[in-house]
């Protein structure tokens, strides 16, 4: 196995760690604020981040520099950071470890992003479940606001920046960005129409950057090493740096692993996650969480960066990687992150709210073998005018678990709609009259 430096779980890997602001100064935290405030222009910082690549560990991958880019340059009034800690995908924890072993490295990439956009206030959407979580930002905040952190004239530079910590109310749509906005301002967490955009028309009307937990934890290590050596690590010039990802499922060692981009599955399964639980052959994986589209074993050597996971069909999405073992029931998985999407869906949207409880429905008459041949072309024009059809991303997030396991095991639905034409004869030849 090759070597590789890790970055973000570097510092809880170490012996005696224990994330408190003490421990995080004596590894080298804060310098890079210390660096930045007050003695490089705000402008600079962020073309340094757009020179590292950096782009967004939330799900869309979207160049991170970039985003600060579009807050208007002219514009004098209130500006605002959103820390989104709601990490709510399933198969994905890596932002809760993030925050509960090591808290300063997120609030000090927070202070950096906030000065080089120039917002005075920052607010950590923090997801309801994460207790723990929340307790020890909180206790992270104290600590860094005492010591001249956060809050006025920090360091002596003139430099106002506050954060607040923000706790959700579990709800998976408030991870969409605008949904995140919505229930910061104290309404129902449901996602806006764009445009226009955050970058202008963000949190209370005003120009809003939203970021992802591990997006700003990477930033005190691009400012204190520079962005050429960031770049130099994973797939550059466009998936660059390390990434964290999730792996859960059928595994000898599930957990968190950060590795360079670029990596194949293959490596991350089976010389990192020790392999197959069982020894049987791998049948399927899950790339970027629920929401992302299924691989099969044939794509254990695609590599794992934005342009690869997306050429292979799929996308590398919140770095959730679920592995799955020969013997599981396809159409019973697609069933069960279904039935999650189902629970979650807002309700804004038409195709969501009418179209997530029918294909609960046909997919549940399926795994208990009561199915038809035509609920598959039913499932295909119901994901079909689904997806794309919806403000925000959640719709086609919502049918890919279906249209990938259609594409890749349509013989196991064809298989439990031939066993319920034996078991279940009469059944359903009354209800092909029905229909």
Sequence with gaps: MPQYEKILLKNMETSGYTGSLADYEHAGGYQALRKVLGKIAPAEVTELVKKSGLRGRGGAGFPTGVKWGFLPKEY???????????????????????????????????LIACYAIGAETAYIYIRGEFALGARIVERALTEARAAGYIGRNILGTGVTIEIWLHRGAGAYICGEETALLESVEGKRGLPRVKPPFPATHGLYNKPTVVNNVETLANLPYIITRGPEWFASIGSPPKSTGTRIFCVSGHVKLPGNYEVPMGMTFRELIYEHAGGMRSDKPLKAIIPGGASAAFFTEQHLDVKMDFESVAQAGSMLGSGGVTVMEEGTNMVWAALKLMEFFNHESCGKCSPCREGSPWLVQTMRRIVAKRGRMEDLETLTDLCKNIAGRTVCAFGDAEVAPIMSTLLHWRHEYEELIREAEVTHPKELAMAAVRH
């Design 76 to 110: 004098q009034g209130p500006k605002y950071l959103c820390c989104n800690a709601d990490e709510s995908e399933p198969g994905t924890f890596k932002d809760r470890q993030l925050m509960e072993r090591d808290p300063h490295q997120m609030l000090e990439g927070i």
